[in-house]
Nanobody
């Protein structure tokens, strides 16, 4: 069973940076794809970024491309989301997710079968 715990959220001014971390527990070989999603106030949960645990070119939502970077540390069982040039519209609860059943990078939340509890990111204008 995969368990995910996010950390690193907080309040930041527009233009600032934050790094989110996701600690994964369980057999690392079970994690085929790791993803970050977010859910803003009154909005549906949306895809942010994904990366294969084994390493590959990551995938990003157009809204965060060139500003956010997803990475993973296999030795530490950690996944990170470096967020730069933050905007007020990035305000959301950010969730780490694991897809343990497929190799393809998926932007669909239904394809992810393990989720963290979320961490709040608030970007002030």
């Amino acid at each position: 069973q995969v368990q995910l715990v996010e950390s690193g959220g907080g309040l930041v001014q527009a233009g600032g940076s934050l790094r989110l971390s996701c600690a994964a527990s369980g057999r690392s070989s079970s994690y085929y794809t790791m993803g970050w999603f977010r859910q803003g106030p009154g909005k549906e949960r949306e895809f942010v970024a994904a990366i294969r645990w084994s390493g590959s070119a990551p995938s990003y939502a157009d809204s965060v491309k060139s500003r956010f970077t997803i990475s993973r540390d296999i030795a530490k069982n950690m996944v990170y989301l470096q967020m730069n040039s933050l905007k007020p519209e990035d305000t959301a609860v950010y969730y780490c997710a694991a897809d343990t059943s497929r190799l393809a990078l998926s932007p669909n939340r239904a394809d992810y079968d393990a989720w963290g509890q979320g961490t709040q990111v608030t970007v002030a204008s």
